[in-house]
């Protein structure tokens, strides 16, 4: 331990708040994490048949979850694969399943795939793998979303570029390609979208496509930050951070002035001096 | 011994403790491989091998005091501002990507890794450094260091914001007079990644 120093102090932490705000201001949209978590930069996309020339990787993951069932209503469930960030996720919500009578149990199942159709040039085109979302039941039977019950939840990662892509779902008994509303989900990964779906199929990230329901106002910014995003960043948070910066110097001015007040001269002028020679 | 040889010599030791971090960084990225930051036995080590470093460099863990406790916590909040706003502003919906491992085993070695960091650059080389030059020039050396020994696991994106918070960190370093105040923040911030990514 050494003395604080408190005037240097003072200084050096309204530069660093100062810092702080302008590199929040001035970061690229796809902003590192926080400051040192143990979550990286997304690893190289997985593609199911490689494109040439792409990375050579492992191949993509599947995943698989299974979730009780009880008095004919499933619980809440999440799975994603093992990519870092996954490259698909599905959310279910408790009660979203139409499930066979007597089921005890479902098991939820996402896998890429090659394409069970192809997708229409007018759409655009496939952007990363297809994956397949299935759910059986320990009876026998379909499983199905519930009509009227909160949608189960596609999250899908594309490779880099992907923002603006639209999540497209193929199902059995409508094998054509059809464009859900796609949510950017923004913030450190601009690669990944999510839709809401009231259908179990196929699942695949198009670029291109037009029109449609692709973004949603105000959701966070979609591919670099958008409008939505810069007021907080440049006004809110900076002065949030003053206020915070000041409620960390106040308590040591107070501190200080009781030491001035109880130590009578001897600490004034010793501050960064004192440190200094010891 | 002439006075340039004298300064050469007294800033040895922050020397070493400079080339001991760029060895334990060069450790992490070998064992973490392509997995990056997300490997948790790369954390492992590294946050070990900081410590060890720190230990040998001088700096001594100081039991916190009530102050070093508020510095840490309004430091940390000073560093989570902008994120909790962004998050106020656009909440996430899903899961970005899970680290290694459950919450317990991913918050133990991020807390492990913020100390170890802290102990070590604003501990003992903040030490070394506060008795041989001026406050500022070490707070800056200290953040410099900080901020490059991501670049390898991060990127460069991710220089700015942490050189940035490098100088804050320092500043509560010579607020408070130890590595208490910074390692606290610098955990806190870390953590709350799990909430607000």
Redesign the interface.
Known sequence: MTPPLRLPAARVLAAGAALIALAWVLMPAPSPPLYDGLSGPAEAYRYLNPPAGSQSTPPPSSANTTLAVSGGSNAAGFLSTSEQPPQAQFLVGQGSLQVPAGSTSVTITVKPVPPPAPIPATDGRLDGNVYQVSITADKPGPVTVRPGATQPTVVLRGPPGSSGAVIERSTAAAPSWQALHTVPIGGQTPDIVAANTDQLGWFAMVLGTTGSSSTSSGAGGGGGGGGGGFPIVAVVAPLAALVLLGAVIVPIRLSRARAAQGGGRSGRGGRGSSSRRR | MTVAAARRAALRPAALLCAGLAAAVALRVEVAG???????PA?VLFGAVLLGVALAGGWRP?RPSW?TV??GA??A??????????RV??P?????????GGFPV?AG??TL??VA?EGLLRGALM?VL???????LA?GVAAVAFALL?VP???W??L??????G??????R?????AGAPAMA?TV??L???W??
């Open positions: 392509n997995t990056g930051s997300a490997s948790a954390g100081a102050r508020a510095a309004g430091g909040l000073v560093l989570l501002a902008v994120p909790l706003a962004l502003a656009a996430p919906v899903f899961r970005l990507g899970s680290p290694a991913w070695v991020v890794v913020a960091e030490g506060l008795r041989r030059t001026t406050p500022e707070v991501h696991v991060y990127g994106v991710a700015p914001l942490d050189l940035a918070v100088v804050w960190l320092g500043g509560l010579l607020a408070t007079g130890g610098h911030a870390d709350a990644t799990w607000l990514r």
